[in-house]
């Protein structure tokens, strides 16, 4: 079928307006709300009223430049271990001292003389810079206090401080091949504890006579200590001494009140009443005697007491507890302190050089403390002790006479002195059944 041209148009005017059209007119009538919108911002030919203009001008601290600081001074610790032969001189130089100004005060200031009295193993420290000049240098001297030398300004500072001690248990075992001094020196122990072992089984033992070889000893003792240097033997507190397949123990205990002893294993007193000699280490040169060629008065007379060679200045011990009844000069005894004991026992002690610090006239002392020094005056030809041993004021032989015991533990005491001595025991035997195990 043919369409004329009108129909054409009259279809094309019939079809509905596309939808992009329709929305015109919507956008259209938008467009006022857009421009009263616009109009709350900044509305049409308006002009801004002047604005006040101020100028503030104020003062502000500012902070102080900065100024690069110096680098930091790089100091190093040194220790060196000081061995035989050694100076003060050779040992700053191992320590990298290289300070004329501190070799020079360690070399001549009084505060640091002890200082020269250099003990091998002992240790020096220092602090110094990377150019050796000293800062500060410390020595465990002789006397059991530190040394300090502290640069302070333009020169040094020296003190001398008491550490603090530790106090270790340590223990040790061997056997006699000549002598106990020799078999404690190749266990490695402090000559101290070999006193003390002699000392504690001397009323049984003769350790010049008495000694086999194979004899055994095992000890439990104290060994001091300061920042991990050892700085001397202490107390022994368990001993154990076999001579001759006999065997001997001894244990130390103290009480609440602080009086200590040593025990055997049943509570008897190890330690006699009186030592047998006021002396460590000496020699008799003259014994009790009813008739005695006096080497001064040139006569015979009667010598009632003990004779102990040995230098001045030798320790004096007391052989008892008791309190001193005289102290002072007393004719040919020269200088003479007299002792009274327990059970009207007395000692005397003449020739003295000199009474030991704080020794006076009822003072109480103790066994084994040091009450003078050996000397040689008074009539005496050369230096030594005279001692004397009396029994209700009569001069009686010590060397022949049987000292009675020191008092046992107490029936009060006894279940704390187990306790205590028990832990003691076994450590012995433990340590004398390695000890024999080694020997097989």
Not at 33 to 60: C, H, K, M, Y
Not at 176 to 183: F, M, V
Not at 237 to 264: K, L, M, P, S
Not at 377 to 401: D, I, S
Request: proline content about 6%; overall charge positive.
């Amino acid at each position: 079928m043919s369409l004329n041209k009108e129909e054409i148009l009259a279809q094309k005017l019939a079809r509905p307006a596309p939808r992009a059209l329709t929305r015109w007119p919507l956008i259209l009538a938008a467009l006022p709300l857009f421009g009263v919108v616009a109009a709350f911002g900044i509305a049409p030919e308006t002009v801004p009223a002047d604005l006040e203009v101020r100028r503030i001008s104020e003062s502000l601290t500012l902070p102080a430049p900065q100024t690069a600081e110096p680098p930091a001074v790089a100091r190093y610790w040194r220790e060196e271990r000081i061995k035989r032969g050694d100076t003060v001189g050779t040992i700053l130089a191992r320590l990298g001292v290289d300070d004329a100004e501190a070799t020079s005060y360690l070399l001549q200031a009084r505060g640091v003389r002890s200082l020269y009295q250099l003990v091998p193993g002992r240790a020096v420290r220092a602090v110094t810079t990377s150019e050796g000049r000293l800062e500060r240098l410390s020595y465990l001297n002789t006397n059991g206090k530190r040394l300090l030398v502290v640069r302070a300004g333009n020169g040094f500072v020296a003190s001398e401080e008491v550490p603090e001690v530790e106090s270790r248990i340590m223990h040790s075992s061997g056997d006699i091949q000549t002598s106990l001094l020799a078999a404690t020196d190749a266990a490695g122990l402090h000559e101290n504890v070999a006193i003390q072992i002699s000392h504690l089984f001397s009323s049984d033992v003769d350790f010049h006579r008495d000694l086999r070889q194979g004899d055994r000893f095992s000890v439990i003792y104290e060994s001091n200590y300061v920042e991990d240097e050892f700085v001397g033997a202490g107390r022994v507190i368990a001993a154990e001494f076999i001579n001759q397949n006999v065997r001997y123990q001894a244990v130390y205990f103290r009480d609440d009140h602080g009086h200590g002893g040593y025990y055997t294993p049943d509570g008897r007193n190890v330690r006699k009443a009186f030592l047998r000699s006021p002396l460590e280490f000496s020699r008799i040169t003259s014994g009790f005697s009813n008739s005695r060629f006096h080497p001064v008065l040139k006569t015979w007379r009667a010598h009632r007491g003990i004779d102990y060679g040995a230098p001045t200045g030798t320790r004096v011990r007391a052989t008892a507890n008791g309190y001193v009844k005289y102290a002072g000069w007393k004719g040919g005894y020269g200088r003479v302190i007299m002792l009274r004991h327990a059970n009207g026992y007395s000692t005397l002690y003449g020739h003295l050089s000199r009474f030991a610090d704080g020794v006076r006239p009822g003072k109480r002392v103790a066994q084994g403390e040091t009450i003078g020094y050996v000397g040689s005056t008074g009539m005496a030809t050369g230096p030594h002790l005279h001692y004397e041993f009396a029994l209700n004021g009569v001069q009686r032989n010590p060397m022949k006479l049987a000292l009675p015991p020191g008092p046992p533990i107490t029936a009060e005491l006894r279940p704390a002195f187990e306790r205590s001595a028990e832990p003691l025991l076994a450590r012995l035997e433990l340590l004398r059944e390695t000890n024999l195990a080694k020997l097989d």
